[in-house]
């Protein structure tokens, strides 16, 4: 069933007016956050990235911040309102301070780009549930984005945090069971999958798994893309740096793919 070469790139293209589920895991500076960056950045329609870590894009150059808390999804025209806005702010800076007009450059695309910073500390458990606080705005965001009526993308930066085993709540779960009748697609990344709830990985139609060492992760992967762990372990242990594998679940088969460019990627 498995590849020992990379597959056509078509394979790792996402067609977002259909929707589509991306499950990417391996441990910190492996890469899975920037090969879902690029997929994010490449979406073309409304997207909203949960950031665990406070650490994406914080110079907000292709999102707006959003939140914590609860917010108004912004339509189409306050969206290009504020593009507008924000052009003519960046053409009154003074010419004589050409690097902060570079740095100050429009890159927000022509629909809503948001990003979510998640407020840990906000932990207060919602009345009669051990739901904290910030887990349940985030679910509410998910039902926002749920019901958006056209294609919406959802990067969860800290799939763990958001979709773990056993807690994911009742919007998270909607989204993750019935998604792909509203074109959603998700990008769902984090540093192990042992943890997270099962529909990351058994809805997802691309598994990417960059360097996983322990033996429980590996098990849990096998197990629920049908890949025999004495074909995965090897393949794991002679990735490249940065290299990844991928695992197609329409057509049931796993590809070796290349390391990332990662200085490109950031890019």
């Given amino acids: 069933m ?28 492996s890469g ?15 997207r909203i990235v949960f950031d665990s870590n406070d650490e994406i894009d914080p110079e907000g150059t292709y999102t707006l911040d959003v939140g914590p808390g609860l917010f108004e999804w912004p339509t ?3 969206w290009a309102e504020r593009l507008l806005a924000r052009r003519r702010r960046c053409a009154t800076l003074p010419a004589q301070r050409p690097v902060e007009r570079r740095r100050s450059r429009p890159e927000l695309p022509p629909y809503p780009s948001l990003r979510y910073a ?11 549930s051990r739901v904290p606080h910030w887990l349940y705005l985030v679910d509410q965001v998910i039902k926002l984005a749920y019901h958006l009526g056209r294609p919406v993308c959802i990067w969860v930066d800290e799939v763990g945090d958001i979709f773990p085993v056993g807690k994911t709540q009742g919007n998270s779960m909607q989204a993750l069971h ?22 990351v990985l058994s809805q997802s139609d691309l598994v990417c798994i960059f ?26 242990d002679n990735l490249e ?27």
């Fill in 2 to 29: 498995t590849d020992t070469q990379a597959p056509e790139s078509a394979g790792l293209v996402l067609d977002p007016d259909q929707g589509a589920y991306v499950a990417i895991f391996g441990r910190k500076g």
């Fill in 32 to 46: 899975k956050s920037e090969l879902a960056k690029s997929y994010f950045r490449a979406y073309p329609y409304d």
């Fill in 76 to 78: 189409l025209e306050e």
């Fill in 118 to 128: 998640i407020d840990f500390t906000d932990d207060e458990l919602m009345p009669n």
């Fill in 178 to 199: 019935k998604g792909r009748h509203k074109a959603l697609t998700l990008l769902m990344a984090g540093p192990r999958p042992y943890n997270v709830e099962v529909l």
């Fill in 211 to 236: 360097e996983m060492p322990h033996e429980l992760d590996r098990q849990r992967v096998a197990a629920h893309c049908a890949i025999p762990i004495n074909e995965l372990g090897p393949m794991l």
């Fill in 241 to 267: 740096e940065h290299g990844y594998l991928a695992f197609f679940a329409a057509s049931h088969s796993v590809a070796i793919l290349p390391p990332l460019e990662l200085d490109a990627a950031k890019r």
